[in-house]
């Protein structure tokens, strides 16, 4: 890619204004100065220099959620050759990755992206992102089965944190519970309901902080809006 290219990709003048910022000196690529027309950077390996500091183009940020299908993983690729959820999201020109995990047989709200910050937010301990699921269970949960959820279950030795959970009344259904945690232990609310003493059918996660999977069919994807993604970063209502 021509120099002044590399530059206006880098979000720090038009491509015109670029060759006026080259011509007057201040461009060094790999320690030599560039003050002429006509270089080429590699863009994978040159180190360009402004006024002595590294530039880098921008890349594009993608910020999407999908209905995760049962029987898919959510890694960028797996060893035993199952269907990735990159299977599912092809028509992104970008390397999107899942923000956090959904077991193979989970379904429901996955978000994904190339923003590193973005997911670290989502996914640190130190923020605290609710998450909620819908569970298909054998038998509906009594009062202090529910008890038991709220206040915390002890998984592995180590006490959960209080979860929020209730008995949802849908009798066409089944018996289901939404249960919403923040933590993200694995398989934590399978274990959690089992450790109760319920046999979980399905699973489903409905909701990530603020943004809920609504009617979003299973399977397809769709771009966050931006206020959507003010609110998961916590800014915005
Ligand atoms: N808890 C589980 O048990 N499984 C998931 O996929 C997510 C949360």
């Not at 027309?37 to 959620?65: A, T, W």
């Not at 959960?160 to 209730?166: Q, R, S, Y």
């Not at 519970?177 to 996660?205: A, C, D, F, P, Y």
């Amino acid at each position: 890619m021509r120099l002044q290219k590399f530059i206006a990709e880098c979000g720090i003048a038009s491509r015109r204004s670029a060759e006026k910022i080259i011509e007057s000196g201040r461009v060094y690529v790999n320690g030599q100065l560039v003050d002429y027309m006509g270089f080429v950077v590699d863009e994978e390996n040159d180190v360009v220099e402004l006024d002595g500091r590294v530039i880098k183009p921008q890349v594009k940020k993608h910020y999407i959620m999908l209905n995760k299908p049962k029987n898919y993983v959510t890694t960028v690729s797996d060893d035993l050759g199952r269907p990735t959820v990159m299977n599912l999201v092809t028509d992104i020109n970008a390397r999107i990755y899942p923000v956090g995990r959904l077991d193979f047989d989970t379904t429901g709200l996955l978000i994904m992206t190339n923003d590193g910050d973005f997911a670290n937010i989502l996914t640190h301990p130190r923020h605290v992102v609710n998450k909620s699921y819908i569970a298909r269970i054998d038998k509906p949960l009594d009062e202090s089965q529910l008890e038991r959820l709220r206040s915390g279950v002890e998984l592995d030795g180590v006490m959960t944190a209080p979860a929020k959970a209730e008995n949802i009344k849908r009798p066409q259904k089944g018996f289901e519970v939404k249960i919403t945690i923040h933590e993200g232990r694995n398989r934590q609310v399978r274990r959690m309901l089992e450790s109760v003493g319920v046999n979980v059918m399905s699973l489903k996660r409905i909701s990530i902080g603020s943004l809920t999977l609504g009617n979003l069919p299973e399977g397809k994807w769709r771009r966050l809006s931006d206020a959507e993604i003010d609110k998961l970063r916590g800014k915005g209502k």
